[in-house]
């Protein structure tokens, strides 16, 4: 139950970042933990093997986006190095 809590109010205070931040560079790690975050919430909530099974494709495609969005952060620095 407070593993749930903690994880929950990093979510909570992630999000709200995410949405105060207003450089999207800054962003994308907060919705990254974000989608990490909710994959171990499926992961406490269910413990059953369908529950597990879930948490895993989700962990699976959270990794998947946490790839675009380190690929995105490096796009975009080389971008802004380019022209200067």
Same mark, same amino acid.
């Given at each position: ?26 962003? #994308?790690? +907060? ?8 994959? /171990? %919430?499926?992961?406490?909530? $269910? ?8 948490? #895993?494709? +989700? ?8 790839? /675009? %969005?380190?690929?995105?952060? $490096? ?10």
């Amino acid at each position: 139950m407070i593993e749930e809590t903690i994880i929950a109010g990093i979510i909570i205070y992630m999000g709200l970042r995410l949405f105060i931040t207003q450089d999207s560079l800054e962003r #994308m790690p +907060y919705l990254n933990v974000i989608n990490f975050g909710v994959a /171990a %919430i499926i992961t406490l909530k $269910n413990p059953s093997p369908l529950g597990v099974v879930t948490s #895993m494709i +989700y962990f699976i495609m959270a990794t998947v986006a946490a790839n /675009a %969005i380190a690929f995105t952060i $490096n796009k975009i620095k080389e971008i802004e190095h380019g022209n200067d």
